[in-house]
């Protein structure tokens, strides 16, 4: 089940609300979510519950043993044990025929290519028990005693198939103490509101641009400008569909009485390849800096092998083709040689010239990251400096950019903090009724028209599902 879709918005959640808020004691509101995540769950592939269910239950015993065992080489078994096993079934499921592809590459040896299909958010629960793991070891949280608590933080919806990485830090207090003001609701609604409009109205109608330009076959032909127009409109539909998908679980989470972190904040506006990382999948990069860049794996003194490390890992995430490798370390060469330049010499740097400089790698970056055949993305680069011989412009770049101009200005102001920057320049107005009134009409505006976009998009699953 996807959260773009009307049978989510106008039944399962519908449904989902009622049962909760009937429900008054903490306990049965718990009940609930687990019963409707595990439905949502299993809306799409029944099969994979299962495994859901036993990754959680090897999960909570070991989690039980390390507490039992605290502080004895028996605990770091364990904890050992258990990252293998949480490793061990995200590789089995997404990378087994990754590695057997490549592997024949370079043997004489054809070995069969299984055909394992990818669990949905396997990526992203996995990381969530691995942090519930590390943080039980290092006894930064208790131990979760009660497996249904446990399951619930697991498998709660809004956060189960796309994120953001919730750690069990975050929401520990609230799975036994929760309260929902009228401002919680409020603000859930509208945060749901202006992820749908971020999905259905920005998102999928950028997919219809990329779609065009870089569909088979036609990468060759295309103009320099076609190219950059192309990749950069592949950005910013990145970048809304999945904020969309944040802004939804968060919201879904406010109205539930949690408060998930923010995984996007902007990331446009970055002066650096550092600050980007700071402000993109907020919930990946700090999961990857907690869990692995400090763990002294090479030792203290091998920071730059940490790094590498990082960057390998996080490109290797996004999914089993080496064009997603490629990426994670060109974002991670470009942050080592802004570790190696300083944030002081950064500083001094014009921001004309840092801005410049920042959107070019990452819009490269997106590029890097949509073209999974390396011939394909060979081309792409080729085609960004007008190395394959394409002309600097073509009247279809050109035709599409104009037929589709509002839509592109539009998504460019989204892309910038204008309405934080206003509410907080305007503190005093931004608390009166005729703010509350406007944006009330404003998320009522996005929800319908999202919903008759809907109508003729009945399965417009989020790009981060596939990962």
Request: with cysteine; glycine share 6%.
């Amino acid at each position: 089940m996807v959260f773009a879709n009307l049978m989510f918005i106008y039944a399962f959640m519908a449904l989902c609300f009622i049962c909760y808020y009937i429900s008054r004691k903490t306990t049965y509101r718990n009940i609930v979510l687990v019963v409707f995540s595990l439905i949502f769950y299993a809306w799409g592939e029944p099969a994979y519950v299962f495994l859901l269910l036993a990754s959680v239950t090897v999960n909570y015993v070991a989690g039980l043993y390390i507490d039992k065992f605290r502080d004895t080489k028996k605990s770091t078994a364990i904890t050992a044990l258990a990252l293998i096993f949480n490793i061990g079934v995200l590789v089995f499921f997404k990378y087994t025929g990754f590695f057997v592809e490549n592997f024949n590459a370079i043997s004489p040896l054809k070995l069969p290519v299984p055909d394992i299909t990818m669990p949905i958010g396997i990526s992203f629960f996995t990381f969530q028990i691995i942090s519930y793991i590390l943080d039980c070891y290092w006894g930064k949280i208790k131990v979760q005693k009660n497996y249904f608590k446990l399951l619930m933080y697991i498998s709660l919806f809004p956060q189960l198939i796309a994120g953001p990485i919730v750690r069990y830090s975050t929401i520990e207090d609230q799975i036994d103490n929760r309260k929902i003001s009228p401002a919680d609701i409020t603000e859930g609604i509208s945060r749901i509101c202006i992820g749908l409009g971020k999905k259905v109205i920005l998102a999928d109608n950028l997919y219809t641009i990329v779609d065009t330009l870089f569909a088979a076959g036609s990468l060759g032909s295309l103009s320099v400008l076609g190219t950059w127009y192309g990749v950069i409109a592949y950005a910013m539909q990145v970048y809304f569909d999945f904020s969309g998908y944040s802004d939804i679980a968060i919201g879904l989470g406010r109205m539930f009485g949690f408060r998930f972190d923010e995984n996007f904040r902007y990331p446009f506006i970055s002066k650096n390849i550092t600050e980007f990382w700071q402000r993109w999948h907020i919930s990946l990069g700090s999961f990857f800096r907690d869990y692995l860049l400090y763990v002294p794996i090479f030792g203290k003194r091998r920071q730059y092998l940490n790094l590498f490390l990082v960057w390998f890992c996080t490109g290797f995430w996004h999914g089993a083709s080496w064009n997603y490798i490629i990426w994670g370390l060109y974002f991670g060469f470009f942050i080592l040689i802004e570790r190696m330049i300083g944030n002081k010499n950064l500083k001094k740097i014009p921001l004309a010239v840092t801005h410049i400089y920042s959107k070019l790698v990452i819009i490269v970056g997106f590029g890097i990251f949509y073209f999974e055949d390396i011939g394909q993305l060979g081309v792409f680069l080729g085609n960004l400096i007008g190395a394959n011989g394409n002309a600097l412009t073509d009247q279809i770049s050109l035709m599409n950019m104009a037929s589709n101009c509002c839509l592109l200005i539009l998504c460019i102001i989204c892309c910038l903090p204008l309405i934080p920057t206003l509410r907080k320049k305007y503190k005093e107005l931004s608390q009166s009724d005729m703010f509350v009134y406007a944006r009330t009409a404003a998320c009522l505006l996005i929800f319908l028209l999202s919903s008759v976009l809907m109508v003729n998009n009945t399965d417009s699953p989020f790009i981060y599902w596939h990962f």
